[in-house]
């Protein structure tokens, strides 16, 4: 399997939905005025341990935070097996995979009568 992304960065800002090691984290952020500074080159030199993304989920009953730096998430390296993210922040690796929304269309009007192609 692969990934249509080229960095976590790029796959983080097209999900909907993360997973960090197994759980599913139900709220992420990441800081988009570090993002704007770095792609204007305007980031300085402690931007690299700044926090980009922040998550949170659930581990039974415990919540479970999760902070990662800049220079973490653009380390990242993709694992085509695990289909995820591999991150290192500090001491501590983790896996991130990122999920996209999936929804439903629903433009057939109640009262139009379907088409012969669906009966």
């Not at 800081?31 to 659930?58: F, I, M, N």
């Not at 800049?70 to 896996?95: I, Q, S």
């Amino acid at each position: 399997m692969s990934t249509p992304h080229n960095s976590l960065i790029d796959a983080l800002q097209d999900a909907d939905m993360l997973e960090v090691d197994g759980l599913y984290a139900w709220q992420f952020s990441l800081d988009k005025e570090l993002l704007a500074q770095v792609s204007a080159g305007s980031a300085d030199a402690g931007s690299q341990q700044k926090p980009l993304l922040k998550a949170e989920g659930l581990d039974g009953r415990t919540r479970r935070h999760w902070q990662f730096s800049l220079a973490a998430v653009m380390a990242a390296g993709f694992d085509p097996e695990r289909d995820g993210w591999n991150l290192t922040e500090g001491d501590e690796r983790h896996l991130i995979k990122c999920f996209a929304a999936v929804s439903g269309d629903n433009d057939e009007d109640e009262g139009q009568a379907p088409d012969d192609d669906d009966a």
